[in-house]
């Protein structure tokens, strides 16, 4: 078990200090986070807008507007809905396993101008939709663009960090996805107020402006070193590369422990087959736990769907969509702030613990005042109203500096270089494939489960809490190269979970 497992912060560090220029490509590559939020901001206020749903979901539209019978929690209950919004996912799923090849052959940097160039054409598409269908296609081309973004990103962020700020760069990622859901959630609550019933138009095509920052960024972002050594016999040219971002000339110590992980590398042909192996079962477990864990947090519930929750609980579509850009944006953003100053000081476990528990309690008190307060029909008080979207920053707050931004940060930086690219897709795959999941599955749980629906999640948060505390070992101030230290403990077979 990893509990108490810990790392000397100073062993095997290397020469370096942050530099500008490392601040600014990891900014820049960060970006790709932001349109990963931007999307799922934007999902959640259009899909709550009236123009919007008379044109494309007009059957929601009337169950919203005249249907007095229907309970309040299943009045946004459509397949097709959620499969607007679920659609994306599928794509970033396929996309991903496509993204872990070029990544490894041609480079991060390749794999993140693929993705802007994807979102563009997405974003472009789904603003001028004229129907359902051109609608989904855009949906289709937005998720190709996040699965090559999520996979290369991540990992760009964590072999362009030096090893003892790669936490606060990684986590980076996870404010940048922040911002884009401020960001998208501002703009919908000011296109909503546009009168002629277009205004979704402009939310769903201003994703286009992040996506052409990202893919002219790419064309002037510098490769990784771990990337340099990987595809080239040129060991020179990664050493300059290597000298610019740490900023000193000798890097020597670095160097040597790159080639050494190349040379590894270089004798691995099938690495999806390569990570079976027992030897990595540790890490493998844990990039499929992890991003299965934190979709079932419920946070995407409250990304896709806090809108229309908080129409469901009486307040009104401008309300709402005010009410939405405080609670994942502001408070979604700044917690994750706050994660990218603390988590090289107190490591990931101490986060991962703090977090979960926060989570769990704000969700067990959200459900028990909707169980009491909210029934089949009518609404609740304004007073219950406000109460349950404090509980909601609570609850996000928690999820900003724990489980949000660690669950992108430690799956990319536990592989060793042989198989990192292959571990990082299945990071995204399962990610992707259990946001699906929750996206499509969802509105009907609602339905069924009403206010239990938080108590379902809250379980979950509780459950990958212990398995946290148990499993999950520390890892922060460890080189990249040199993280197999900390599964030393694992390899053993005393941990029943590896066997």
């Known amino acids: 078990m990893a509990v108490g497992l810990a790392i000397a912060g100073e062993a095997g560090q290397y020469n370096g200090r942050m530099t500008p220029f490392v601040i600014l490509s990891c900014m820049m590559a960060a970006i790709g986070g932001v349109i990963f939020g931007y999307d799922i901001g934007i999902s959640g206020g259009v899909t709550s807008m009236e123009p919007f749903l008379k044109k494309f979901f007009p059957e929601v539209n009337t169950k919203m507007k005249s249907d007095t019978k229907i309970s309040n929690y299943c009045k946004f209950d459509s397949e097709l809905l959620t499969s607007f919004t679920s659609s994306l996912y599928i794509a970033g799923l396929v996309a991903s396993l496509f993204a872990s090849l070029v990544t490894r052959a041609y480079g991060r940097k390749p794999s993140i101008l693929a993705g802007g160039a994807a979102f563009l054409a997405g974003s472009a598409l789904n603003g001028a939709a004229m129907n359902i269908y051109m609608l989904i296609l855009g949906r289709l081309l937005l998720g190709v663009g996040i699965g090559f973004g999520n996979q290369a990103v991540p990992l760009y962020l964590s072999e362009m960090a030096p090893p003892k700020y790669r936490g606060a760069i990684n986590n980076g990622f996870q404010f940048s996805v922040g911002i884009g859901v401020l960001s998208a959630n501002l703009i919908n609550y000011g296109s909503e107020k546009i009168k002629g019933g277009w ?27 771990n990337s340099l050594i990987q595809r080239s016999t040129d060991h020179q040219t990664a050493k300059q590369m290597l000298q610019r971002i740490r ?211 809250g379980g979950w948060v509780a459950v990958m809490t212990v398995f946290a505390y148990l499993f999950l070992p520390e890892t922060k101030n460890v080189p990249i190269e040199k993280m197999e230290i900390v599964w030393q403990g694992h390899q053993d077979g005393s941990s029943l979970m590896y066997l």
């Open 247 to 457: 900023g000193v000339d000798d890097v020597q110590a670095e160097l040597d422990d790159l080639i050494k992980a190349n040379s590894i590398s270089k004798n691995i042909k099938h690495p999806f087959k390569k990570i079976l192996e027992r030897k990595y079962r540790p890490q493998l477990v844990m990039a499929i736990a992890i991003p299965f864990f934190q979709q079932v947090t419920g946070i995407n519930v409250i990304s896709f769907y806090s809108a229309i929750l908080f129409r469901t609980i009486g307040l009104g579509e401008s309300a709402s969509l005010l009410s939405v850009a405080m609670t994942t944006g502001v408070v979604g953003t700044s917690s994750t702030f706050v994660s990218m100053l603390i988590v090289d000081k107190f490591g990931r476990r101490a986060l991962f613990l703090a977090g979960g528990i926060q989570m769990l309690v704000s969700q067990i008190m959200v459900g028990g005042v909707m169980a009491a307060q909210l029934g089949d029909r009518g609404g609740v008080s304004k007073g219950y109203a406000y109460l349950v979207l404090v509980l909601i920053c609570i609850y996000v707050a928690g999820f900003g500096w724990s489980w949000g931004p660690l669950g992108w940060l430690v799956p990319s930086e536990i592989f060793p270089l042989e198989i990192r690219s292959a571990g990082q897709s299945i990071n995204v795959v399962v990610n992707f494939l259990f946001t699906f999941i929750v996206a499509q599955t969802f509105l009907a749980m609602l339905c069924h489960f009403k206010a239990g629906i938080f108590f379902f999640f």
């Open 199 to 225: 205004g979704w138009r402009i939310s769903l095509a201003m994703a286009a402006v992040p996506a052409s920052m990202l893919t002219l960024g790419a064309f002037f972002l510098p490769e990784t070193p």
